[in-house]
């Protein structure tokens, strides 16, 4: 599958286009509904105050309940929105926004309110296309899970790569605050809040594993290799500035006795008694559960007074964010990067034939 967004985050309307949808596929609007509530904003003092009901309306590609094999467009509605709140500071450059880099690359057209196509909002109908995708993979017994691993240097209760719990992932990434650990999760929740209150905001990560697919997929070469397709989706998300495969930098500390991932007999396909290495080698699944991590920086948008330029000028400005904006995007990001890594997957030669 292979997908086109379109829309801004005060347009009219934000959307998408996805190809490659097996013809015949079972569209589940409840299931579907289900996995937009979870990234939809206004739902928590812990998240931004915009209330987006965030109903898909399918344009194309779906008839009687059943995907066409055509391509499939949805559309959002934005309901929302507060354009006022940008117009002052129309030619301010906010740090850590794309505002710069967008009016050089657009020579100044682009749409500045509310980020424009550059806003996290454009994250709403990736999740529909996810959401499409995940149906495709169900169907190969193949199921896509993450939750909340870190926020604000607060780590949530670590997982054993090499046979993680389902339910127990589960019963996390579908909640309102996806973690294992409630205790820890209310600390991060704090952190949260405190940062709010300081007029700041907080980053943190997140921890995704696919379970299901078998070993021999994928390929050495930039193409078909699984964590280049699944690097590539996941870097087209906003905020996210790192990715690791299963213990991703910590290789660095360790040592190759230590990092190597032991064979063992299994009765279908060997398995390894530890999963360091995320489930790929070479660039090909190795029957292991996919694992890796996403790094989310802190929301760009903040209260606090910050130095900057005015575009217009090129002179020297003090800035003050004001709007609604989440103090941390963690949390309403797991379904995302869920869904980007149910799309890339899809994508990889193999598995939903």
């Known amino acids: 599958m292979r997908y086109s967004l379109f829309g801004e985050s005060h347009g009219p309307a934000i959307g998408i286009v996805l190809q490659g949808v097996p013809a015949g596929l079972d569209?589940?609007?409840?299931?579907?509904?289900s996995e937009m509530a979870r990234r939809a904003p206004g739902g928590s003092p812990l998240s931004t105050a915009r209330t987006e009901k965030d109903a898909v309306r399918i344009l194309s590609g779906v008839f009687e309940g059943r995907a066409c094999g055509t391509p499939l467009c949805g559309v959002i509605e934005n309901t929302d929105t507060r354009s006022r709140d940008y117009a002052a500071t129309r030619w301010l450059a906010r740090p850590g926004h794309a505002d710069f880099?967008?009016?050089?690359?657009?020579?100044?057209?682009?749409d500045?309110?509310?980020?424009?196509?550059?806003?996290g909002r454009l994250t709403a109908p990736l999740v529909f296309a996810g959401s499409i995708a995940k149906l495709a993979l169900r169907r190969m017994g193949i199921e896509i899970l993450a939750h909340i691993r870190s926020i604000a240097g607060i780590y949530d209760a670590?997982?054993?790569?090499?046979?993680?719990?389902?339910?127990?992932?589960?019963?996390?990434?579908?909640?309102?605050?996806?973690?294992?650990d409630e205790l820890r999760g209310e600390a991060m929740r704090q952190a949260i809040l405190d940062a709010r209150s300081d007029g700041d905001s907080?980053?943190?990560?997140i921890e995704c594993l696919a379970l299901g697919l078998k070993a021999g997929l994928g390929s050495p070469?930039?193409?078909?290799?699984?964590?280049s397709i699944i690097a590539r989706h996941i870097f087209a998300i906003p905020a996210v500035k790192a990715l690791e495969f299963g213990a991703g930098t910590t290789f660095a500390s360790m040592r190759g006795s230590q990092a190597n991932d032991p064979f063992v007999p299994s009765d279908n396909t060997p398995v390894t008694s530890t999963n360091h290495n995320g489930g790929i080698?070479?660039?090909?699944t190795n029957g292991m559960p996919i694992a890796f991590t996403v790094t989310i920086k802190p929301t760009a948008s903040i209260a606090l007074e910050q130095d900057t330029i005015d575009m217009q000028s090129g002179k020297a400005a003090r800035l003050a964010i004001s709007g609604r904006h989440d103090p941390c995007i963690v949390?309403?990001?797991?379904?995302?990067?869920?869904?980007?890594?149910?799309i890339a997957l899809s994508e990889l030669p193999g598995v939903l034939a």
């Open 27 to 33: 569209i589940d609007l409840d299931f579907i509904a």
């Open 101 to 110: 880099a967008a009016n050089m690359r657009y020579k100044g057209f682009e």
């Open 221 to 227: 070469d930039f193409d078909e290799n699984v964590e």
């Open 331 to 342: 949390p309403r990001a797991v379904p995302v990067i869920e869904a980007a890594a149910a």
């Open 158 to 180: 670590p997982l054993d790569l090499a046979s993680p719990n389902p339910g127990q992932l589960r019963s996390a990434s579908h909640t309102a605050f996806p973690v294992i």
């Open 112 to 119: 500045y309110r509310g980020g424009g196509h550059f806003s």
């Open 281 to 284: 080698n070479g660039g090909i």
């Open 202 to 205: 907080v980053g943190g990560s």
